[in-house]
């Protein structure tokens, strides 16, 4: 039996492709202006092992290069790398862990969804695209400390309760996941979005409600197209 | 008598144009923010024929060459194209068929144009510049759920009873027309600018109202300098 | 007696130079963000003749060379090139028939500004870039409709009253002058910048009003330093 | 013994050094968005000497080079140089004088820290990113004249009664401190984007507060991290 944190020569061809692409998924993290200086971060589950990629600690986004990407197994523990893992990274591992549908993880500050999670209130689902890529409401997470399992077991319960692939933790960020780190990427842009519409419309009386019915309407409708199930599509743009 | 849909040698000259015009005015859309992720869509009419050329479904942006884009008929079945259309294009072929003067329409889930939408509430035509391209409010349209006629008909009824190039359909987003596809890249760009110009004018009291009258006068005028009739100049910009 | 309206070698040089400022400036525009799409120009007045440069009507910001900006007389008539001028020059001319010591005006529809120009609320003298820049509070202009001198008059008067070099047009937009081009351009971005601060500054409560003897103390300061009297130091930075 | 003023080898290529890190972060403080114009500047302490880098008065930053930058004494009087200092160098002197923990000193008129400092209200720790970088509240100190060394005194008593490296200067801008420059301009990025989290997140609510020992723990945990005492850490980013 092998150990699953092994590096066999597939899930070597593996680590090296996740690399470039989470090194790429940084470069994006700024282009949608998702964070500032480098308070953000993202990570990609190595198929095949019990293994992800991360950003190192104490990179600024200018060199984060695919060689300078780290390798953990999933309780966070170095592997392949010259620098400790970025310190969001037993936070992510946790989610792999628990959640093994999960492909990817991005972790931002993004503004205006912060700006909710500083109220501690979900973002309520009243426009289409929410409906499409959440399947309802953004829930809140409970307020946890940097440092052990907390912040992971609050994103796992949080999201176990809820068809929405992004979490608001209390006074702190966002977190989201996906199939891929891409799909997550998407997520976490997605979530800034509506979190801004629904702000902006918030301030000048009330954004009507969505029915319910056409919320499962169009949740089952976009997953189906462009969700986990179709062909090659996982992170495949809305149109 | 020739069918509508075929493809002669002027109509395939034509589409060549278009689909370098409707590639380039997708790059816009990203230039003028008015779209995250791949969340808005542009077509064409192809003059001469019951063809539009829109934008194929599931491709990034970074990839939206012209040999990308796709054709299809008035009902958006699929005529020229190695992809399916976008999941938009039924509703833009929709307006095609009711609205024999556009040849072009944008789709976007523009920010402050989709915060109005999600409350459901017109722009209010309180500046020049909204006078002069749409010529008084900016409409909502109905809740309609994608899949058949619903948002088509919405944006053309909603239309049929405004002057105004822009609509904003009900917790969804922006659709605008125009003579040429870039004749509604313009007025999607003018209609995010005056949502978000109002909205923050609202913010801290009441913008004051302009008089009907000065709003028919700036319509007018402008119509005639920029607007269809004004040769070559359905897109002239606003100096 | 020289006609000031004929080009000497002397003018014919000057021009070549503010062709070349012009078009830069334009380009300056969209840097700053202080206009969509084309909506907005720049013009400067040709020292030694009774003309101005100025943005040609109909040509996208892409295309906006040195070649193509226009030269007008100061009753906004044509006097050389390809295009009709701007259908703003008739305005910026009039400034410059009126106020001599203007070497420079921008038309812009900057989103914060316009915003405050919607309510004709003036813009309260809250901060000391705003003292510096403008010397009190930014004045808003009655409204007037495009296509004869009604818009000139009102800046020109509404300027009088005031040390602000920028003047808010009631549903319109802004105006603003300088000593040269690149002057007007830097109080173009500056009345969009304070317009930004104190709209937000005013969201969240009440801004302290500043003692009009520090504004006084710091406006004169402040044009000493970079102001026109400064040698070689109108549109000198602030630092 | 030697004067502290006098440029000794060592001095010498400090001096090279820094003028290029000054330059490079001007450049980031329009990348980050955080001045328009040039209404910013970037310091920094030249080890082993009194002497200090700054910004030269009315260069645009698109001409900031290196070589351009200037050399002063801890009184602001020009040691090195083509131009006069900024006008805001006598405020960053008197800082390096009084404190000397402080390598690098950054000011801005950064949009959403401005709006706080126009109402003179401190922003409220409600962020773990706020408690990582700023230990709690973002302080507001005295309204004081540019001129002398009021401004200087007024950041110094701020900044002595409380762990924020940033303080908003009522009715004017920011000015942050670091163990260096960078760090300077990590905390003025951070401040701005704290700034406007909070901001937005009191539009629609109350941010809840964080508890007192949460703050306690994470600026501890975060200053040991990538604190001064950090083994060349002081600017490490955030991850």
């Not at 990274?89 to 999670?117: D, F, N």
């Not at 068809?163 to 996941?177: D, E, I, Q, Y």
Request: a negative charge.
């Amino acid at each position: 039996m092998t150990d699953k944190t092994d590096i066999t020569p597939e899930v070597a061809v593996a680590i090296d492709r996740l690399r470039q692409e989470v090194a790429r998924l940084h470069a994006e993290l700024l282009r949608w202006r998702l964070v500032v200086w480098t308070a953000g971060n993202v990570s990609a589950r190595v198929p095949g092992a019990d293994l992800m990629v991360v950003k190192p600690s104490g990179v600024p986004y200018d060199e984060l290069t695919p060689e300078a990407m780290v390798v953990t197994d999933l309780d966070g523990r170095l592997v392949l790398g010259d620098r400790p893992a970025s310190s969001d990274a037993l936070s992510h591992a946790h989610v792999y862990r628990l959640m093994p549908e999960v492909g990817g993880v991005v972790h931002t500050h993004s503004t205006y969804a912060t700006a909710w999670a500083a109220r501690r209130e979900p973002i309520p689902c009243v426009l289409t695209m929410m409906a499409d890529e959440f399947g309802g409401a953004i829930p809140v997470g409970p307020f946890a400390l940097i440092g052990d399992d907390s912040i992971g077991r609050g994103i796992v319960q949080t999201l176990a309760a809820s068809r929405s692939k992004a979490v608001l933790m209390a006074n702190h960020g966002v977190f989201t996941v996906g199939t891929d780190a891409q799909a997550a990427l998407k997520a976490a842009v997605m979530c800034e979005e509506v979190a801004k519409v629904v702000h902006l419309s918030r301030q000048l009386g009330d954004p009507k409600p969505l029915d319910p019915a056409a919320v499962d309407r169009l949740f089952e409708r976009y997953q189906n197209v462009y969700g986990p199930s179709a062909p090659g599509a996982t992170a495949r743009p809305a149109d």
